[in-house]
């Protein structure tokens, strides 16, 4: 799977087939909570947050429950091979 633009696709990181940009999860969460927090909220430990952002691998339910505690569309988070954008 390529990118064609590597100003947008330097954040995305492969799983599953998708891309995610867990960058914009990063910086949207940063705004409303604490990793330490959020992590609670997620469920999860702040460490697996911490990788998570920084982009390991996270279950698709972590990332969809993330997207709706930040109140994103999972569409700017996930994107398949088709979705990704051209060099203009």
Same mark, same amino acid.
């Given at each position: 799977? *390529? +990118?064609? @633009? =590597? #100003?947008? +696709?330097?954040?995305? /990181?492969?799983?599953? *087939?998708?891309?995610? @940009?867990?960058?914009?999860? #990063?910086?949207?969460?940063?705004?409303?909570? &604490?990793?330490?927090?959020? $992590?609670?909220?997620? *469920?999860?430990?702040?460490? &697996?947050?911490?990788?998570?952002?920084?982009?390991?691998? $996270?279950?698709?339910? &972590?990332? =969809?429950? #993330? +997207?709706?505690?930040? %109140?994103? %569309?999972?569409?700017?988070?996930?994107? /398949?091979?088709?979705?990704?954008? #051209?060099?203009?």
């Amino acid at each position: 799977m *390529g +990118c064609t @633009d =590597l #100003a947008f +696709c330097v954040n995305l /990181s492969p799983m599953n *087939g998708n891309l995610y @940009d867990f960058k914009r999860l #990063a910086s949207t969460r940063e705004l409303k909570y &604490t990793q330490e927090e959020f $992590a609670k909220l997620l *469920g999860i430990n702040k460490i &697996t947050l911490s990788r998570i952002e920084n982009g390991h691998n $996270a279950s698709y339910e &972590t990332i =969809l429950k #993330a +997207c709706q505690l930040l %109140d994103i %569309d999972s569409s700017k988070i996930v994107y /398949s091979s088709k979705q990704l954008p #051209a060099v203009t």
